[in-house]
């Protein structure tokens, strides 16, 4: 029998927001009213609008990107103010309104220290980094273990792209991430009973995925602190607590890293995490999704959506919880 995959913006026509729509009033609107932009929306709202062929070209300012064609979202964006003001990060404590406290963390200058199973150790300095790379814009889905999701144009690298700056060694297996552990700006850090600092990983394969990248944009500007700032992981196809924040460590290992949030608890969040419906987290259901910033609720898709591109990493993966 034939499986095909649907694709991930192949949503029912009631559930889908167009393109224009979504670029045109909503989130333009709410990401200039958000940067004090107020009479210059119309002139975004013109820089935004899809190209003859349905493709948006992207948000402007100064992280402003060509947008990848193969990921349309299939619904509108979160209004900016939501994406800006509603937030984990546990760093800044475990409210979702820590967006004010997260303003303290300096992120300049910034640097990333890259070693473990590499040809040679690097630090190298984020300004050097995205000298060296192009940005993309990507227009992704991201689905919180919570069950509620965003929409969000970020700006990045793919995250294959740093595995080539990195000449990780053959022995690699995962790639490990290691975030900000400043204690003068994150109150959260005296929460000892976390297991700090914040630590996420992939395996190889998942990292080489096209669709993972390091995102240092959102919304055209530079990738604010309670979204991650100044750089941060996103694999949208894995619940956003796989999406490490304001990175300062690559390290490549050949044993499975104990993540952050498997070592709080490992029954209800695992290694793998990726999406699905059909797998309930063990305290709440997975099978429908609350979109931020809209009155809405929504059945989640498996990987989010995102299944053409990522199914086929876990065939033959047997005996692990692959969805939690
Ligand atoms: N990264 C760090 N360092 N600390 C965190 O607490 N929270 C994760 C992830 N990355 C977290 C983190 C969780 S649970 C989610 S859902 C996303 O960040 C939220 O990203 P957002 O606030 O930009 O939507």
Redesign the pocket.
């Known amino acids: 029998m034939l499986i095909r995959w649907r694709h991930g913006w192949e949503i029912p026509e009631s559930e889908a927001t167009p393109e224009r729509v979504a670029l045109g009033r909503r989130s333009l609107l709410g990401s200039a009213a958000a940067l004090g932009l107020g009479g210059s929306a119309v002139a975004a709202r013109a820089a935004v609008s899809p190209t003859p062929a349905g493709v948006p070209t992207g948000f402007p300012g100064p992280m402003a990107a060509p947008v990848d064609p193969r990921f349309l979202p299939g619904r509108a964006f979160t209004p900016s103010k939501d994406?800006y003001t509603y937030?984990?990060?546990?760093?800044f404590g475990s409210q979702k309104n820590i967006w004010r406290e997260a303003q303290r963390l300096p992120l300049h200058p910034w640097s990333i220290t890259i070693d473990g199973l590499v040809e040679q150790k690097q630090t190298i300095g984020l300004e050097d980094l995205l000298k060296q790379v192009s940005l993309q814009e990507r227009l992704y889905r991201?689905r919180?273990?919570e069950a509620w999701a965003?929409t969000i144009p970020w700006t990045g690298l793919p995250l294959k792209r740093l595995l080539e700056i990195a000449k990780p060694l053959s022995s690699a297996k995962y790639i490990v991430f290691r975030?900000d552990e400043n204690h003068r700006a994150m109150p959260g850090l005296r929460e000892v009973w976390y297991p700090w600092p914040?630590v996420e990983g992939l395996t190889m394969f998942e990292a080489s995925n096209d669709l993972a990248i390091l995102a240092v944009g959102l919304y055209g500007q530079p990738l604010k602190p309670?979204?991650?700032g100044p750089i941060?992981l996103v694999v949208p196809w894995k619940y956003?607590?796989k999406?490490?924040?304001?990175i300062v460590q690559v390290t490549f290992a050949a044993k499975r890293p104990l993540t952050f949030w498997e070592e709080v608890d490992g029954r209800e969040y695992g290694f793998w995490a990726n999406v699905n419906p059909a797998v309930p987290h063990p305290r709440w259901s997975q099978a429908r999704e609350r979109l931020i910033g809209f009155d809405k609720v929504v059945p989640t898709q498996i990987y989010n959506g995102y299944g053409e591109w990522v199914a086929g990493m876990y065939k033959g993966i047997k005996g692990q919880q692959l969805f939690r």
């Open positions: 994406v937030n984990n990060y546990y760093e991201h919180c273990v965003l975030t914040y309670q979204n991650g941060r956003g607590f999406s490490a924040k304001a």
